[in-house]
């Protein structure tokens, strides 16, 4: 800790502490522009500059580190008239006409910068100089002319997105920001996460949704979480009038720390899929609308003779990115009461089965996402992070120029191939080899951290080349890497889980015990998981194949997932289908009877993510008339079946090892 | 080595080889073999230093005869009649009465210029640069060894004697800053030499290194050793191709005789040079900003503190020196700093080396003790004011430097003296004005520069020179009005008190000083419409008024 004083306050910080924190936490602001609190400090706008003993000039003091005995000025004469001048400048600059701007009125810092320092005017001529506005991205606008060159959205792209699109070309008054080579935004290698719209202070980067839709003051921002994927990424839910405006990141965020990805930021927004807004029943071969009691009525007319029959009665199947709340329900109700025999997920456990099945025996072994934040290697398994689970790739793209290592083992070619330092094909099927050739190369050298006595290693080294068609010395140099690290972390996604091979996931542990990933406290082998309660489903069992075989009917809950068309084609056979969705699909079209439910923003639920995380997405807006909640639904038909369905998902949750801490 | 009765000297800088320097040299190798004085003459390459109207240029030791230009036929001629038959060719000789640069320094050897004393540059022009042997035969790394032997902390407390300050502008005491590298704990630590010598008009680093690139490998060497770096790097301006060739060539020879790489002489100490090509951004010159580059970052200067003596070279405590102090280091080390203290002032030891350049008679480099003063250099290096005109300014330390007006020209140019008239050394060039020129005019030329070589990451450099700028341009044309004044005073207040780097902070200097010493010239642009100069273009319509 070190003490300093501000303004003749003492206060007591930690050490590398810059002195804007320190004086935030005494409660002195200290107007910013270019500093964020999630960036790299930058000192480039100045106007956090303060006067402090000793020091010929004046200091940013976002970049100044406090340290013991320092004395500093915030308020002086110089100071103030600075932080005036400087603003002055930046607005003379470019266009910086407020009332023409849709951040004006409380979301631009800038503004608000200027109203702190009592500002109404600036004295200084405009520059009128025209630059650039680039339209070409599909979600947002980049208007050069309110630019202030903080730099914000390109250090959020490099160092947050890892992806180092923005730029800044030219230098001195010519600066400009510019994507790639100076290519448009919508040609370029954006990856769409619009992490630098949510950072940037003006109205330079503009969300095409929200714009003009109101600022701050008119938008109710609720703290929910993103169901895009098993991530779990915390999301600020920007509402206004039941219209969803604007999904940002949430920098509180436990497991994304404010970033989010194309999916979680803006399918939401652009949500085209033909929402269902009454119940249906099919009539003499077509879907007609009917009222609630109607269609429940036709559900629980057709079901009830079904329960007890566990072979041939119904089959039920559930999507994972409902909440834990319908999940448990869904289960309670056709495994508990009905005794169905198929009761299961959409994802059939491919994501889960055997990790949960091994963590059944050796209790949990799964770590946390954080473990990416302290990783010098990382191991890609049958996983493709960077495009399936987009945020988890962030954290690892954005670690690779801090001198994060990558190596990707996958079947399919090109998997991470631009990013990773070593990325290998290998034959698919053949992971258990390649996992027990490099666990036997590792011992054969004696690179291993902890004992393991392989007599057979040459006949696994062996066989590991033949099966995995990787030659002996890439597949040496990716077990001397993975030994060499010293906080290794393994990621393995869909292509390791689908194989369902408990021996597989077993072998991968001892992999992880051999390399150091997993030793006392930490616990460096992670999977992804599919959907956004993949890990709730598990808890719940929901995990078998879904395979039919003469049952009668077939209940499908949806919610509002994508409906893959696998599964469609697998229920065309169903004779009798009833489909709970949000959305119109393949599915809803050949079902007989389609119950409307909620989507994920229209009704409360928790969701467990990919590293155990139990977290709540809040209820933001309001259906349409006729649509119901998904858990409420199935309670209902429970309740016309008259079969009492107790619904406690943390007590349900429970019935089962989770292969990693729940927290 | 071998010793002969005779030395060719070409040059061969960068401007001499545009002038087919090349073809000469070879034509020399030719004409020697041909006459068969291969054994007796040694033929060398050299630099020029500061005279372009004679390229390429030859001088012939030991008569010390300066010829050029120099054709390739010019050649046959002088290895026939001077080398072969002994007598000069006169009507081939250099105009005498023009060699005062290098030429003056000829003479010094006789005793005539009697206050210019060559350190940094005392073997440029001398010894051929691409060859280690001959800089060895100079009393070259003799410093390293020296200092090898010695313990660290007594070769810094040498150093620190010396009163040595750096000579890249800010004249901090290079013994200090070697201390606080050293005082840091770090498995790692890096040597820069600063050579991206871009202050216009200044060129004291190139002949430095152009001419004996040793000098400064050795000190980085004496450097590594004293702060505990293994490791350095040489940050060439990317226009100083010649430069960067010379010190790879130099680099390649130390290190095939064991004088950098491992275990150097012995010692134990190890240490390796790169060196790493500047792009052409002014900003680069910056310490921090040329860290960025080296990193291959966009040169922008980073925010101090920490400074790089701590958070250095990727993030590893790093010493910064300027080619010409660096220079300083060996001559130190080897004579004491007793010796060094003999030059200059008591508070601005040593020499300091100036490229003259303007309206003056002589134009290039000099070396003189710290102290001496401006009208002595114009009067006695420069020959006086061309055509008799009279001294109104002179600009120090290229575009960041300070404006001294007459007034100011008996002032001793040395840190102190200069620190306390409110002015700066600057870098080492001397931009030297007569009436001829315009204030406004000067300030223009001045701030279209910084405004181009701005980075854009703060604002007030950023908008402040593209600001003053607008308002400067519009004085020179006429357009100016009183209440500009007040705002560029304002301007340069505030890019003084708020930017980031020495850029944005300098950068106001030009508009300050002229405000400050010619502030009758420029109202009178505004007033009455008038350059006093007639230089500046009025417009026509203020012309009437």
């Known amino acids: 800790m070190v003490q300093l004083t501000i303004n003749g306050k003492q206060i007591e910080v930690p050490e590398g502490t810059t002195v804007l924190r320190a004086a935030a936490q005494a409660g002195i602001t200290i107007p910013t522009l270019c500093d964020h609190k999630e960036l790299t400090p930058y000192g480039g706008c100045r106007l956090c500059i303060v006067e402090v003993q000793g020091f010929r000039v004046p200091i940013a003091s976002c970049t100044l580190p406090a340290t013991q005995g320092m004395v500093v000025s915030t308020e002086t004469e110089a100071l103030k008239k600075s932080r005036k001048f400087v603003l002055s400048m930046l607005f003379s600059e470019r266009n910086h006409f407020c009332p023409f701007c849709q951040v004006s009125g409380g979301d631009c810092e800038l503004q608000n910068a200027a109203y702190h320092e009592e500002m109404t005017h600036w004295p200084m001529q405009p520059g009128w100089n025209n630059y650039p506005v680039d339209s070409t991205h599909p979600y947002f606008v980049l208007d050069n002319n309110r630019c202030i060159l903080c730099r914000r959205c390109v250090r959020a792209c490099g160092e947050l997105a890892g992806n180092f699109t923005l730029s800044v070309a030219e230098r001195g008054a010519a600066s400009i920001i510019i994507a790639d080579t100076n290519v448009p935004l919508g040609e370029s290698t954006c990856i769409k996460c619009g992490t630098c719209v949510q950072v940037c202070p003006t109205g330079a980067l503009i969300d095409r949704t929200s714009a003009y839709q109101g600022n701050e003051a008119q938008i109710t921002p609720v703290k929910s979480v993103c169901v895009g994927c098993s991530v779990g990424c915390s999301v600020n839910l920007l509402v206004r009038d039941n219209r969803l405006v604007r999904i940002e990141g949430?920098?509180?965020?436990?497991?994304?720390?404010?970033?989010?990805?194309?999916?979680?930021?803006?399918?939401?927004?652009?949500?085209?899929?033909?929402?269902?807004?009454?119940?249906?029943?099919?009539?003499?071969?077509?879907?007609?609308?009917?009222?609630?009691?109607?269609?429940?009525?036709?559900?629980?007319?057709?079901?009830?003779?079904?329960?007890?029959?566990?072979?041939?009665?119904v089959a039920a199947i559930a999507s994972t990115r409902l909440p834990v709340e319908t999940l448990s329900m869904f289960k309670e109700l056709f495994a508990g009461e009905f005794k169905a025999h198929i009761v299961t997920s959409t994802e059939e456990g491919m994501t889960t089965a055997a990790v949960f099945a091994v963590a059944?025996?050796?209790?949990?072994?799964?770590?946390?996402?954080d473990v990416l934040r302290t990783a010098d290697l990382t191991l890609c398994l049958g996983a493709d992070i960077v495009n399936s689970h987009m945020v988890a790739g962030f954290l690892i793209k954005r670690a690779l120029p801090k001198g994060m290592r990558l190596v990707s083992i996958n079947p399919q070619a090109g998997v991470l191939e631009d990013l990773a330092d070593l990325a290998l094909v290998n034959q698919p099927g053949s992971d258990l080899s390649l996992v027990e050739g490099l666990k036997a190369i590792i011992v054969k050298e004696g690179l291993g951290r902890t004992p393991l006595a392989l007599p057979n290693a040459a006949r696994l080294i062996e066989e590991a080349v033949r099966a995995t068609g990787i030659p002996l010395e890439k597949l040496t140099q990716a077990a001397r890497m993975l030994a060499g690290a010293i906080s290794p972390v393994i990621l393995f996604g869909k292509g390791i889980t689908a194989q369902r091979s408990e021996h597989l996931i077993e072998s991968l542990h001892s992999l992880a015990i051999l390399v150091g990933a997993v030793e006392r406290e930490r616990a460096g082998l992670i999977s992804m998981k599919g959907e956004a309660n993949s890990t709730a489903a598990a808890l719940l069992g929901l995990d078998a194949p879904f395979v039919l075989n003469g049952q009668q009917a077939v209940f499908a809950a949806i919610g509002d997932d994508y409906v893959s068309g696998r599964l469609v084609k697998r229920l065309v056979k169903a004779p009798y289908l009833v489909v709970q969705a949000a959305y119109q699909s393949k599915l809803t079209e050949q079902a007989d009877v389609v119950l409307p439910v909620s989507t994920w923003a229209e009704q409360e639920g928790h969701y467990i993510n990919l590293d155990g995380r139990v977290q709540k997405a809040e209820k933001v807006l309001t259906g349409p008339e006729a649509v119901r909640d998904s858990t409420a639904v199935l309670g209902e038909i429970a309740m016309r079946m008259n079969m009492p369905v107790r619904a406690d998902w943390q007590q349900a949750i429970r019935e089962r090892k989770p292969s990693m801490a729940l927290n | 080595m071998k010793?002969?009765?005779?030395?060719?000297?070409?040059?061969?800088?960068?401007?001499?080889?545009?002038?087919?320097?090349?073809?000469?040299?070879?034509?020399?190798?030719?004409?020697?073999?041909?006459?068969g004085l291969n054994d007796e003459i040694a033929l060398s390459q050299i630099v020029e230093v500061g005279r372009h109207d004679i390229l390429p240029m030859v001088i012939v030791y030991p008569e010390a005869c300066a010829y050029g230009p120099v054709s390739s036929d010019d050649a046959r001629r002088i290895v026939e009649e001077h080398l072969y038959k002994g007598r000069v060719v006169e009507d081939l000789l250099a105009p005498v009465k023009e060699l005062s640069g290098r030429i003056g320094w000829l003479k010094s050897r006789k005793g005539a210029?009697?206050?210019?004393?060559?350190?940094?540059?005392?073997?440029?022009?001398?010894?051929?640069?691409?060859?280690?042997?001959?800089?060895?035969?100079?009393?070259?790394?003799?410093a390293l060894a020296k200092a090898l032997g010695t313990p660290a902390p007594q070769v810094m407390e040498e150093l620190e004697k010396s009163g040595l300050q750096g000579r890249g502008g800010a004249g901090f005491p290079t013994g200090r800053k070697w201390r606080f590298v050293a005082g840091t704990k770090s498995p790692k630590k890096y040597v820069v030499c600063n050579a991206d010598e871009s202050e216009p008009g200044t060129f004291k680093d190139r002949v430095i290194i152009e001419g004996d690139p040793h000098s400064i490998i050795e000190a980085m060497a004496i450097a590594g050793y004293c702060v505990g770096a293994d490791e350095g790097y040489i940050y060439v301006r990317g226009e100083y191709q010649l430069a960067q060739r010379r010190l790879e060539r130099a680099i390649e020879q130390a290190r095939a005789f064991g004088l950098l790489g491992k275990n150097i002489m012995d010692s134990g100490f190890n240490f390796n040079i790169h060196v790493h090509s500047g792009a052409g951004a002014y900003v680069c010159g910056e310490e921090t900003a040329l860290l960025e580059s080296i990193e291959g970052k966009r040169g922008e200067p980073r925010a101090r503190p920490p400074y790089p003596t701590t958070h250095g070279l990727w993030g590893k405590p790093t010493l910064v020196n300027n080619v010409e102090t660096l220079a300083n280091v060996p001559p130190i080390i080897l004579n004491g700093a007793g010796w060094y203290r003999t030059f200059g002032t008591s508070s601005s030891t040593g020499t300091k080396a100036y490229t003259l350049l303007g309206n003056i008679n002589f134009r290039g480099l000099i070396e003189v003790?710290?102290?001496?003063?401006?009208?002595?250099?114009?009067?006695?290096?420069?020959?006086?004011?061309?055509?008799?005109?009279?001294?109104k300014l002179a600009q120090t330390g290229g575009s960041s430097g300070s404006i001294i007006p007459a007034s100011l020209q008996d002032t001793p140019m040395d840190f102190e003296s200069f620190r306390k008239a409110g002015v700066s050394l600057g870098s080492g060039a001397l931009l030297v004005c007569d009436e001829s020129t315009c204030v406004v005019d000067l300030a223009v030329a001045l701030m279209k520069f910084f405004k181009f070589e701005s980075c854009g990451k703060c604002t007030p450099c950023r908008v402040g020179t593209e600001r003053a700028l607008r308002i400067l341009t519009g004085i020179s044309q006429g357009k100016g009005k009183q209440a500009d004044l007040d705002t560029l005073i304002a301007l340069a207040a505030e890019m003084e008190f708020a930017s980031n780097c020495g850029l944005g902070q300098t950068a106001a200097v030009p508009i300050r000083d002229t405000l400050k010493h010619f502030r009758a010239e420029v109202e009178a642009h505004i007033l009455l419409g008038v350059c006093p100069s007639g230089v500046c273009e009025m417009s026509a319509e203020l012309q009437t008024a």
């Open chain 2, 3 to 35: 010793f002969h009765r005779s030395m060719v000297l070409v040059s061969m800088d960068a401007d001499s080889l545009r002038k087919d320097a090349g073809a000469v040299y070879e034509r020399f190798q030719q004409e020697l073999s041909a006459f």
């Open chain 1, 360 to 369: 059944e025996r050796m209790g949990a072994f799964e770590g946390k996402l």
């Open chain 1, 250 to 313: 949430d920098w509180t965020g436990p497991v994304n720390h404010g970033l989010l990805c194309e999916h979680g930021r803006y399918d939401p927004m652009t949500e085209s899929r033909q929402r269902i807004t009454s119940p249906l029943v099919r009539k003499n071969g077509q879907l007609e609308p009917v009222s609630w009691d109607e269609a429940l009525g036709a559900v629980a007319d057709k079901l009830k003779p079904l329960a007890g029959d566990a072979h041939t009665g």
């Open chain 2, 369 to 391: 003790p710290m102290g001496i003063t401006l009208r002595e250099v114009i009067g006695i290096y420069g020959q006086g004011m061309k055509g008799g005109a009279t001294f």
């Open chain 2, 113 to 142: 210029a009697p206050m210019e004393k060559r350190i940094v540059t005392r073997r440029a022009g001398r010894i051929d640069p691409e060859n280690i042997e001959e800089y060895i035969s100079e009393e070259g790394y003799q």
